[in-house]
């Protein structure tokens, strides 16, 4: 669909991690990104959400390197470029899934077994990961550099957590490379810890999934689409020793998320009731699109599973998920938050 340049309505996203289930939201992007009625100020990822933000940074880099002059041709071509890097990157994906040359992957069930009892030091000496070829082969980190402060190149916000400190750090414009996002998705069982300028890095989510805040701090774009692929709530108690793993995980990945949903939850009551400075905080406008709930029957264990098949499968969810968004709540954007905090976190 094509809009005026003036009636792309702004967007921030917040991508979170899931392993396979990364997939949905690349469904989710592409329904955004085929309507073409939004633009990304910023777009804040972790882990498998690090990895889509960044095909979609690849093609907006692309489009405006393509058309620095044309507003209209720009847009268009970002959100065609964009679909087509996410394509890329997970028919990759899927790719690995049915070959995966002999290394260590998350859905083999020996290496399993193994990361149990042996450190990656031991069974992945070599630190080898297909992923990160994969990434190279779709994303020019070059041209990215170059695109940065091009018109309408969104800000890219990645998180990892630091091994020493066990704090979050944002890996952003300059700083971010490869090696930030392999060390977003740097499940520690399985792979070595990311070193990037002397410090060691482990998956973002068990610190931010996604981070939140810089996109508060570091656009001007009031409203949020958060794309959720953990659920916050499970129905049924666990009571086998893999379940209640998977929910202590889902728990885990989720805190650091909650946490900041609640902190803007509060700054929007104080300044609904005129307790704080509107011109010093900004009113954020909170949605969900909440894939947690739409994708637990497939269980935990899913997220390991990388069949070209599944994914696309995910990826079909995810477009209707998101097709159903844009019908149902463009016209919140800039105007109401269609999350409700207090009663779903």
Excluded at 88 to 115: D, I
Excluded at 157 to 186: H, P, Y
Excluded at 257 to 273: C, K, P, Y
């Amino acid at each position: 669909m094509t809009h005026p340049p003036d009636s792309v309505q702004c967007l921030n996203l917040a991508l979170q991690g899931g392993g396979s289930h990364g997939a949905f939201t690349w469904g989710v992007l592409d329904a955004l990104l085929e309507d073409g009625g939004f633009r990304f100020p910023g777009i804040s990822g972790t882990s498998a959400g690090a990895l889509n933000a960044v095909a979609v940074a690849q093609g907006f880099a692309l489009a405006g390197l393509e058309f620095p002059q044309d507003a209209a041709m720009r847009h268009s071509a970002a959100c065609a470029h964009a679909r087509a890097a996410l394509r890329k990157l997970w028919e990759g994906v899927g790719a690995m899934g049915a070959f995966t040359w002999g290394v260590p992957v998350a859905n083999n069930p020996l290496m399993g077994m193994m990361s149990q009892f042996l450190s990656p030091y031991q069974t992945n000496p070599l630190d080898i990961n297909p992923l990160r070829k994969l990434l190279q082969r779709t994303v020019d980190f070059d041209m990215l550099t170059q695109a940065w402060n091009t018109p309408d190149m969104p800000k890219l916000f990645v998180c990892a957590t630091n091994v020493r400190t066990g704090k979050g750090e944002i890996f952003s414009q300059e700083r971010l490379s490869a090696d930030a996002i392999m060390a977003s998705a740097c499940l520690p069982q399985l792979y070595k810890a990311v070193e990037i300028d002397g410090e060691h890095y482990w998956d973002g989510g068990f610190s931010g999934n996604p981070a939140l805040y810089p996109l508060i701090y570091r656009t001007e774009c009031t409203d949020m689409l958060l794309v959720q692929i953990n659920p916050i709530e499970h129905a049924e108690l666990p009571d086998t020793a893999n379940e209640i793993m998977e929910r202590m995980n889902e728990v885990m990945f989720n805190a650091g998320l909650l946490g900041e949903l609640r902190a803007i939850d509060f700054v929007r009551r104080l300044l609904a009731e005129g307790r704080l400075d509107a011109s010093r905080y900004k009113n954020v406008l909170l949605h969900r699109i909440d894939g947690g709930s739409a994708l637990s029957r497939f269980g935990a264990s899913s997220k390991s599973r990388v069949d070209l098949a599944f994914l696309l499968k995910l990826f079909e969810l995810g477009r209707k998920e998101g097709e159903q968004w844009v019908h149902d709540h463009r016209s919140d954007v800039g105007v109401r938050q269609t999350l409700q905090i207090v009663d779903n976190a």
